[in-house]
């Protein structure tokens, strides 16, 4: 973020445990992207980034409102008028209440600039949408199991490419130069993949939207089976072990 001048606030990301045993989610629509998530590789397993951000979302889940009135007050400083500010570069927008706290604050520091990638897009829809904050902007990201919600059409849209000259083909705009060309520049945002090894190898040269796809394509096959088809190995008369539970209710 230095190099663009933009400042960073951000949790842990997708799923794990705090120090004090609680479990958390806070990318409840993470898709494939969980398989290849940067924030989930190098610096940020180091100890102290990592209890930086647990410590990040421990005040959040127990002191929302405290929590507001730190951030309104540290954005209230002369250096935050015109600054820019990336909500997460790990986890995302994870309840309701969460992100109605940071359009509060939005709309309580007109003078400075906010910016997110999510996957929350129902919730974007129903709290962000109807009435955006002037000093708020976002684009919507491939790779989660509400993708079927995006509308490239007219929505501003990320996705991963395997490189910048899949980017090019696609026609779409390589945010490489600058992270806020995610929001600034055209509405169809093409982010180069991480060249990781092992996360190059699973990607099998496959944009993040094209992947969710396969994967969501396979689920409603699995889905729609029945027993009695031919891909159903039990057979017609025999039930799964997972019926039911040990007393005859249905197994949680």
């Known amino acids: 973020m230095r190099e663009i001048g933009a400042w960073n606030w951000s949790l842990p990301a997708w ?3 705090l ?4 479990t958390y989610n806070t990318c409840p629509s993470a898709g494939i992207c969980a398989q290849v998530c940067y924030a989930r590789q190098g610096t940020y397993l180091f100890p102290t980034v990592r209890a930086k951000h647990h410590a990040n979302l421990a005040y959040v889940l127990d002191d929302l409102d ?3 009135t730190a951030m309104l007050a540290e954005l209230a400083h002369p250096r935050m008028r015109g600054a ?3 909500i997460h570069d790990a986890g995302d927008f994870f309840s309701d209440t969460y992100l109605t706290a940071w359009l509060t604050i ?3 520091r007109p003078d400075t600039n906010f910016y997110a990638y999510t996957k929350e897009i129902d919730r974007f829809r129903r709290l962000v949408e109807p009435d955006p ?3 708020l902007l976002w684009v919507y990201s491939y790779g989660g199991t509400q993708d079927p919600a ?3 059409d007219r929505d501003r849209v990320a ?3 395997p490189d910048t000259t899949a980017i090019t083909d696609a026609g779409w705009t390589s945010n490489e130069a600058s992270d806020l060309l995610a929001v600034l520049g055209p509405r169809l945002v093409g982010v180069p993949a991480n060249r990781i090894p092992h996360f190059v190898k699973r990607l099998k040269g496959r944009r993040f939207s094209e992947w969710q796809a396969e994967l969501d394509a396979d689920r409603r096959t699995r889905h729609r089976r029945r027993p009695g088809d031919r891909g159903d190995q039990r057979g017609p008369g025999r039930r799964s072990r997972r019926t039911s539970g040990p007393t005859g209710a249905p197994a949680q």
């Open 19 to 22: 120090p004090d045993g609680r």
């Open 133 to 135: 904050p002037a000093n």
């Open 66 to 68: 405290g929590w507001t």
């Open 159 to 161: 996705d991963v490419f």
């Open 150 to 152: 995006i509308d490239p």
């Open 15 to 17: 799923a794990g445990r």
């Open 84 to 86: 820019w500010v990336r």
């Open 106 to 108: 939005c709309h309580a």
